[in-house]
């Protein structure tokens, strides 16, 4: 449904501005900031799943796939919008958690770069 579609993106917008914020947090430029984020843009493409199978990875990178919040979006998107199926909350709560992660993680790298200057 629309609805359980509109949930998924704002979880996916969310881990998103969430990252986003990591990364700003980490960069003491501008410049520096986009290097970092080119970089961890294609690290978290690669790692989507969306361009190879899943199943047939080894464990370490399947790890690094599901701590990702793009290894439990797309699968997401794809069983409401192509399959038709039912929206897995557990999926959900996982790419809302990532998210939440990452602005935990931004937050503390933000207080630490506060206590340097």
């Known amino acids: 449904s629309l609805f359980e579609l509109f949930l998924v993106l704002l979880a996916i917008g969310f881990a998103g501005v969430s990252m986003g914020?990591?990364?700003?947090?980490?960069a003491?430029?501008?410049q520096q900031a986009n290097q970092l984020y080119i970089i961890f843009l294609i690290v978290v493409l690669i790692f989507s799943g969306?361009?190879?199978?899943?199943?047939?990875?080894?464990?370490?990178?399947?790890?690094?796939?599901?701590?990702l919040?793009?290894?439990?979006?797309i699968p997401l998107v794809i069983d409401i919008t192509l399959k038709g199926l039912p929206l897995d909350y557990i999926r959900l709560?996982?790419?809302?958690?990532?998210?939440?992660?990452?602005?935990?993680?931004a937050y503390i790298a933000y207080l630490f770069k506060k206590l340097e200057v």
């Open 21 to 26: 914020l990591f990364i700003s947090s980490l």
């Open 28 to 30: 003491s430029t501008d």
């Open 50 to 67: 969306q361009f190879f199978s899943v199943d047939n990875l080894p464990a370490a990178f399947k790890a690094i796939i599901f701590a």
């Open 69 to 73: 919040p793009m290894g439990h979006s």
């Open 93 to 105: 709560l996982i790419v809302f958690i990532i998210g939440a992660v990452f602005a935990l993680l």
